[in-house]
């Protein structure tokens, strides 16, 4: 959608380095998200920001996790260090107004820690 | 958080009518309910959402019941390109400020 661009797109990297997904949405919003899918835990929400200011970060998995929004047209959630666990596809979404309110995701971030 | 219900899935053929039924016999008064789905390896997408009155949009229909304690989401006519996950989602107001859980969905298989 082009309302949310995440890069990478696809990303590889090997246990212990630092990862960092990168969000930047387009249209305006009041809120964004940071959402984690994989096939055992389906779509869990990380954390979300509201005005630029987290609001609710108790789905962040642990202290190696961390997330950003210095402004609203960036975020980014940072792994570090990043584990094999970590693997899965990460998005990013912003809540829309009015009329619908409903959520826009991105396409998503495939991490693959090996 | 009130939970919802669904089938883990469902068939239909092409250019039928599809009816995605949710529980949420916990809902309460002030809660929305939401649809998405996900297409294959994409991220969720809106589709409708509704308080306490049917709602129709270009995508689909909802249907709540009276007692709110169900809905069903209504796709007129399947086509190959609404095979997806489905996902019912129960949110507290504001409708302005909420965050969604998703659960396991429905998984729609639409066949040519």
């Known amino acids: 959608d082009a309302g949310v661009i995440q890069s990478p797109r696809h990303e590889v990297t090997e246990m212990g380095q630092e990862v960092t997904l990168r969000c930047k949405p387009i249209s305006g919003h009041n809120s964004l998200f940071w959402y984690r899918q994989t096939m055992m835990r389906g779509l869990e929400l990380l954390i979300y920001?509201?005005?630029?200011?987290?609001?609710?970060d108790s789905g962040m998995p642990e202290d190696r996790f961390s997330a950003k929004m210095p402004n609203a047209s960036f975020s980014t959630l940072k792994i570090q260090p990043s584990e094999p666990r970590d693997s899965a596809v990460y998005f990013c979404?912003?809540?829309?107004?009015?009329?619908?309110?409903?959520?826009?995701f991105g396409s998503g971030t495939r991490l693959t820690v090996v | 958080d009130a939970k919802t219900t669904q089938p883990n899935s469902m068939e239909s053929n092409e250019e039928e009518p599809v009816h995605l039924p949710c529980n949420h016999s916990?809902?309460?008064?002030?809660?929305?309910i939401h649809w998405y789905r996900q297409l294959p390896s994409q991220g969720p997408e809106y589709v409708i959402h509704?308080?306490?009155s049917n709602v129709n949009n270009r995508m689909a229909s909802l249907a709540i019941a009276e007692d709110r304690k169900s809905s069903t989401l209504i796709l007129h006519r399947a086509t190959l390109r609404d095979a997806a996950v489905y996902y019912c989602?129960?949110?507290?107001?504001?409708?302005?400020?909420?965050?969604?859980?998703f659960g396991a969905g429905t998984t729609v298989t639409v066949r040519a």
């Open positions: 509704g308080l306490t």
């Open positions: 989602i129960l949110s507290p107001r504001p409708l302005n400020d909420y965050k969604l859980s």
């Open positions: 916990t809902i309460s008064g002030t809660d929305y």
């Open positions: 920001f509201n005005n630029n200011v987290p609001i609710d």
């Open positions: 979404a912003i809540q829309r107004g009015r009329p619908n309110y409903g959520y826009t």
